[in-house]
C-alpha cells in the first residue's frame, strides 16, 4: 500500500481507538444521566453508534493534522534545498 494511505489509516484508527475510549468514559460516567438516555433509546444502538462514529470522525482528523505538524523535517528531500528565511538589515534614516 502507498505510504500516505497507509498514514492515514494508521492515524483514523488510532483517533477512532480515542473515540472509542472515549464514549467509554462518558458511559462510565453517566453525566446527567446520559447514559441511561443512550442506552434505552427506542433505536437503542443507533444513537451510541453516531456518538462513537461523530466522534471518531473528529479525533481521526485532529490526529492526522497533529501527525501531519509533527512529522515536517528541515532535512532536505529529493536532493533538493529547503528554502530558509534570513533577516535583511535595513538602514533607517531619521526625517526632519
Known amino acids: 500500500m502507498p505510504s500516505i494511505p497507509a498514514f492515514l489509516l494508521r492515524q483514523a484508527s488510532v483517533?477512532?481507538?480515542?473515540s472509542t475510549i472515549f464514549v467509554a468514559?462518558?458511559?462510565?460516567?453517566?453525566?446527567?444521566?446520559?447514559?441511561?438516555l443512550l442506552l434505552r433509546a427506542a433505536e437503542h444502538p443507533l444513537p451510541l453508534v453516531l456518538l462513537?462514529?461523530?466522534?471518531?470522525?473528529?479525533f481521526s482528523a485532529v490526529q492526522v493534522g497533529a501527525a501531519v505538524m509533527l512529522s515536517a523535517t528541515d532535512a532536505p528531500q529529493g536532493g533538493r534545498r529547503v528554502p530558509v528565511l534570513v533577516p535583511v538589515p535595513v538602514r533607517v534614516q531619521r526625517r526632519r
Do not use: Q
Open 25 to 36: 468514559a462518558i458511559l462510565l460516567a453517566d453525566p446527567a444521566g446520559l447514559s441511561g
Open 15 to 18: 483517533g477512532f481507538g480515542l
Open 52 to 58: 462513537w462514529g461523530f466522534f471518531g470522525m473528529t
